[in-house]
């Protein structure tokens, strides 16, 4: 059973999930992806080999597109309470949450930048119907979902998948941004997201690819080399509320970008995340939350992972970026 910590000293939560020691790693040394497809718990004819499943998309002859399963090494698990417990000084909540693997195809495919625009628009529509079906449970109030594409991203499986976990807390981090943010829209009377997108679009260096309603663009303040966010360009808190013709044009973005990566970086690993406010209002969500829809907008970062973190970064949990946002976007574009 894994616990929900709150670190006192550091003003944040963690899980300890010690079921997480003895998940598997298939891949060898080096990135390059397993092609044993034997073995692999997430072809399609392997259903066996996971755990019952959650949620599947299926085509009109009823074969499954994208499947949802329990994460066998959980982190955290929805059978367990929510109930808060105090440890003296200390205080945890039981690991509830939920922990689930979305298989993004049922071929055996090692690298996500090789799915077509329609698979990817099949990942974010998965993605989409899980978060919206989460949102049920009033206890839940935050997800993260996030990929990692290759060894040097922390993927310990090569055939393509994302993971996405749902919380009873908010991370302190995250209280944080959304607490800035709501702080520049009742200051400005706009989003930041707003003017994000009015500017980079306005001054072009950083932009790598723009389609309708979706803008591509290295931040100026990148974490990462080669960090690309594609943001909405008009008001959409949340991937939950997105139709299906704006998952597809997400989805033709995104691809757009992971080409150019591709192109620019050749063998790379990367991690891809979803932004998405907090589900249910709550004690330390209630001065923002009815807010929401007007200063935020959910957003896909993508993370190349060039570099290891090192004792700077972990230290001062600053970055340092050798590379200029404005050479990475000309570079892509």
């Not at 998940?23 to 004819?45: I, Y």
């Not at 698990?77 to 939920?98: C, N, S």
């Not at 979305?102 to 690298?111: A, N, R």
């Not at 994000?196 to 303040?221: C, M, N, W």
Request: hydrophobic content about 35%.
């Amino acid at each position: 059973m894994s616990d929900i910590r709150y670190d006192l000293l550091h003003d944040t939560y963690v899980i300890v999930a010690p079921s997480r020691l003895t998940r598997p790693n298939l891949f060898p040394d080096h990135s390059a992806a397993l092609k044993e497809e034997s073995t692999c718990p997430f072809c399609a004819g392997h259903e066996s080999m996971t755990p019952p499943e959650i949620f599947a998309l299926k085509d009109a002859k009823g074969k499954w597109k994208t499947r949802v399963v329990p994460n066998l090494y959980k982190a955290v698990a929805i059978e367990a309470t929510d109930e808060k417990k105090e440890e003296g000084l200390y205080e945890k909540i039981d690991g509830f949450g939920a922990h689930e693997i979305i298989v993004d195809v049922p071929e055996h495919m090692t690298e996500f930048d090789a799915l077509d625009v329609e698979q990817m628009t099949d990942w974010l529509q998965t993605i989409k119907e899980r978060i919206n079906d989460l949102r049920k449970d009033n206890r839940l109030h935050y997800f993260t979902l996030f990929k990692n594409q290759g060894k040097n991203a922390g993927s310990t499986l090569p055939h393509v998948h994302t993971q996405l976990i749902a919380l009873p807390v908010v991370p302190r981090e995250e209280l944080r941004v959304l607490t800035h943010l709501h702080t520049y829209y009742r200051q400005h009377g706009r989003s930041v997201f707003k003017d994000i997108t009015d500017y980079e679009r306005e001054q072009k260096s950083r932009v790598v690819d723009e389609s309708e309603h979706f803008l591509a663009y290295t931040p100026y303040g990148s974490q990462f080399a080669f960090e690309v966010i594609i943001m909405p360009k008009i008001d959409i808190a949340d991937i939950g509320a997105c139709h299906e013709s704006l998952l597809a044009e997400a989805a033709s973005l995104l691809k757009k970008v992971l080409s150019a990566l591709r192109r620019e970086l050749k063998a790379f690993d990367y991690n891809i995340y979803i932004q998405n406010p907090p589900f249910h209002k709550a004690y330390e969500t209630e001065a923002f939350f009815d807010d929401i829809q007007h200063f935020y907008r959910f957003y896909i970062r993508v993370v190349p992972r060039l570099y290891r973190t090192g004792g700077f970064e972990l230290q001062s949990r600053m970055t340092i970026n050798p590379l200029s946002p404005e050479k990475a976007a000309g570079l892509l574009r």
